[in-house]
């Protein structure tokens, strides 16, 4: 295991990794420069609501960036920095590499047994794992403009609709998979997933209480996320 850490840790793994993740921060660069000269030459936004927009989508990553980097950890001891970095740098679903990871080295992933080979084919199958997210979006994004315009023609409060439940449904879904699989239905009884999910959602209740007294605090509703990442984090390790 330690041959296979060292080159996990290596000074080309390392380079490889920045050079990945170096392309993600030019790709994302280029669509900031190209949204924002789109904004200016149709005049679909204000200044003030493109920087709004883009200041609610950075406060918006920071607690989920906690529970990832929480995972993230772990996988650092199993892999290596170089692969976590690439891999989380890219997808972002360090749960889901963490899995790949033990997938592809056949569970030998931070054990002595966990061999040079081994963590070659580990980096595979989370590459292999991970790719189909980029296939998905490289071909169904530019179709998404096209579906938009269709629902408003059918209804134009459709799209309305679907931003507001769509990540309710979303986040209701994942959540009663932890709870229900990974908690209920366990041999043992684990109430952290349901006590983590509750504490979340009391946090974003607490927040739009405080909102709802004081005006002043409007700001706060932009860190509810945040807010309840971190309670459920906290509740959900405490009971584990």
Do not use: C
């Amino acid at each position: 295991m330690n041959e296979t850490m060292q080159i996990a840790g290596s000074p080309i793994m390392w380079i490889l990794s920045l050079l990945i993740v170096g392309n993600v921060v030019f790709q994302s660069i280029v669509f900031y420069r190209l949204a924002t000269k789109h904004v200016k030459n149709t005049n679909l936004l204000k200044q003030e609501q493109v920087k709004k927009a883009l200041k609610i989508g950075v406060i918006g990553t920071i607690g989920p960036a906690f529970a990832v980097f929480a995972v993230a950890i772990t996988l650092i001891a199993q892999v290596g920095g170089p692969l976590t970095f690439a891999r989380v740098g890219i997808i972002g679903s360090a749960a889901f590499e963490l899995i790949a990871a033990q997938i592809g080295s056949g569970g030998t992933a931070g054990t002595p047994d966990f061999a040079p080979n081994m963590l070659s084919t580990a980096a595979w199958i989370m590459t292999l794992g991970g790719g189909g997210w980029l296939i998905v979006v490289f071909f169904a994004t530019k179709h998404i403009d096209g579906l938009q315009e269709k629902f408003k023609k059918g209804n134009p409060l459709t799209i309305a609709y679907m931003s507001v439940f769509a990540p309710f449904i979303l986040f209701f879904a994942l959540g009663y998979g932890e709870v229900i699989n990974k908690g209920i239905l366990k041999e043992t009884t684990d109430l952290a997933p349901m006590a983590a999910l509750i504490a979340g959602a009391i946090a974003v209740i607490v927040v739009n209480k405080i909102v709802e007294k004081d005006s002043s605090k409007k700001w706060l509703k932009e860190w509810s996320m945040g807010f309840a990442v971190v309670a459920a984090m906290v509740v959900g390790t405490i009971l584990r």
